[in-house]
């Protein structure tokens, strides 16, 4: 009999205090209206506790109504063979002659067999990160949006990918950031660093927003885990008071402003051009938007150009500079965040897990064992519990610092003298663009 999982009861109990009836819950998550009803009300008598179950097998364990030859067999079977799932397990059994005339147990059975025999494969159950709802922009700098164009080479400046970055409202274009990529062949992508060294210089300009909106990235968005922390950029820019939100899996249209932006860019500044030296790039794209936001009529806006529609635009009232950056980061802003977010996480062979690139230790005892994982604002740990809702250990977070957040490129920033090795390499290209901005040189 199928069995509701401890991950949908927590669903649940979430839904339920969210306000949904349990009709509601029901049809958006496809059990009964009995069942919801069940661990909704279990929920709120006993709390997390009471969302374990008591059903399962007897104490002899899966299958112990069965055979033991059958048993034995679907043992040999799955050490034989470790990507048979109990589909293709219970598939087999009905086409093997020896079992013809045997009950067979179904291939929910033949899985529980499986886990009790630690011969199932490891299952990382899913959660969402915690999202600001979307809403249409009303206002100038409510909402930017961000987004790498494909990498193209430009003649002896390298490869290159423009970050590009738009305001949804006012129609702004708020930065074309020419990233560079490797000499002849692409050899990095663009990481944290570089984006965040193109949202300073828009910060700069134009203030802070109160939302940015960006595609599903690896460097925005951890793909490589069902249940997903958040990366270090996204954390930065929950401390600096900016929510992050995402587009949907490959829809390109939830940023459909700036993929025309790319084509933009192109055509203004890359199609038929050359440049000397990367600045000469950079420079060029900072002049060419002056043109673009003063000059040139927009079709959105009534032919207007942005900043003669929206002259309010010219700046969010959210300041920022680099060299304030340790004050306007605010980590209880991360902290609130966190605190709405859930983990399932399976411990390793020593008992240890991974959460936001940090290795946390629970202990040999705690091996291979599936947490469940949430956050105390209050003393800044996270709490594991264990499948059945039980608290197994308490344990400080690791890495939400101011340093770690801006990482090294403002570490000249509290220097009295720093010195840059020659000849200039991409690091240190970022650096001078920062030094530029706190001197206020060109």
Request: charged content about 25%; proline content about 6%.
């Amino acid at each position: 009999m199928k069995q509701t999982t401890l991950a949908e009861r927590h669903e649940i109990m979430e839904l339920a205090q969210a306000g949904l009836t349990d009709r509601e819950i029901a049809e958006q998550i496809g059990w009964s209206l009995p069942t919801v009803r069940k661990w909704r009300r279990r929920g709120q008598r006993q709390g997390r506790s009471g969302l374990k179950s008591s059903m399962g097998r007897p104490p002899e364990g899966a299958l112990s109504t069965f055979p033991t030859p059958l048993r034995e067999t679907l043992r040999q079977w799955r050490e034989a063979h470790p990507g048979w799932g109990p589909k293709t397990l219970h598939a087999e059994l009905r086409q093997d002659p020896t079992f013809k005339q045997q009950k067979l147990p179904d291939p929910s059975s033949i899985g529980r067999f499986l886990r009790e025999q630690g011969l199932s494969r490891p299952y990382e159950r899913h959660s969402q990160l915690p999202e600001a709802k979307k809403t249409a922009a009303q206002a100038a700098h409510e909402v930017w949006e961000m987004d790498a164009r494909g990498y193209e080479y430009v003649p002896d400046v390298g490869v290159i990918t423009l970050i590009n970055l738009n305001d949804r409202f006012s129609h702004l274009r708020l930065l074309s950031y020419p990233c560079w990529l490797g000499h002849k062949r692409c050899q990095r992508h663009a990481d944290t660093t570089d984006y965040q060294i193109a949202l300073r210089l828009a910060f700069t300009d134009w203030g802070r927003p109160q939302r940015l909106q960006v595609d599903r990235e690896s460097v925005f968005y951890d793909n490589t885990s069902k249940s997903p922390f958040p990366t270090r950029l996204h954390l930065w820019l929950l401390a600096l008071g900016i929510q992050l939100t995402f587009g949907r899996p490959h829809q390109a249209t939830d940023q459909a402003m700036t993929e025309r932006s790319h084509q933009l860019w192109d055509g203004q500044c890359l199609q038929g051009q050359q440049y000397p030296v990367w600045q000469t790039l950079y420079l060029t794209l900072q002049q060419r938007r002056q043109f673009l936001n003063h000059t040139l009529p927009c079709a959105s806006l009534a032919d207007q150009p942005p900043l003669k529609a929206f002259p309010e635009a010219a700046h969010s009232q959210r300041p920022y500079r680099p060299e304030w950056e340790a004050e306007l980061l605010d980590l209880d802003r991360i902290y609130a965040y966190l605190a709405k977010g859930r983990w399932f996480r399976l411990t390793s062979a020593v008992g240890t897990f991974s959460l936001g690139g940090q290795v946390y230790y629970l202990g040999t005892e705690w091996k291979r064992q599936q947490l469940d994982i949430t956050f105390e604002a209050t003393n800044q740990q996270l709490h594991c519990h264990d499948e059945a809702g039980q608290l197994v250990k308490q344990l400080p977070i690791q890495g939400i610092t101011v340093d770690n957040l801006m990482g090294d490129d403002l570490a000249f920033i509290h220097l009295p003298v720093f010195q840059l090795a020659l000849p200039f390499d991409w690091d240190s290209q970022r650096v001078l663009r920062l030094f530029k901005i706190v001197t206020g040189t060109t």
